[in-house]
């Protein structure tokens, strides 16, 4: 179980990267505002998914003891 829940929080937190470097593209070349929101939101709610994944993998694993 463990190693699910850390392969699926490496795979969110590469999500987050890549929303942030869209994001990032989108502001640079002066792209529309509201993309630019939703990608924003979209960011921080894989953030908040990777850092629950996270926290479950170190629970599930005694904390790295």
């Known amino acids: ?15 987050v990267a890549l929303v942030l470097v869209r994001g990032l593209f989108n502001m640079m070349k002066g792209g ?3 993309r630019s929101n939703k990608l924003m939101q ?3 709610l894989l953030q908040a998914i990777a850092v629950v994944l ?4 170190l629970w ?6």
């Open 60 to 65: 599930i694993t005694g904390g790295g003891r």
């Open 42 to 44: 979209m960011r921080v």
């Open 1 to 15: 179980m463990s190693t699910f829940t850390t392969i699926l929080a490496i795979i969110v937190m590469g999500l």
């Open 32 to 34: 529309d505002a509201n």
């Open 54 to 57: 996270i926290m479950l993998t």
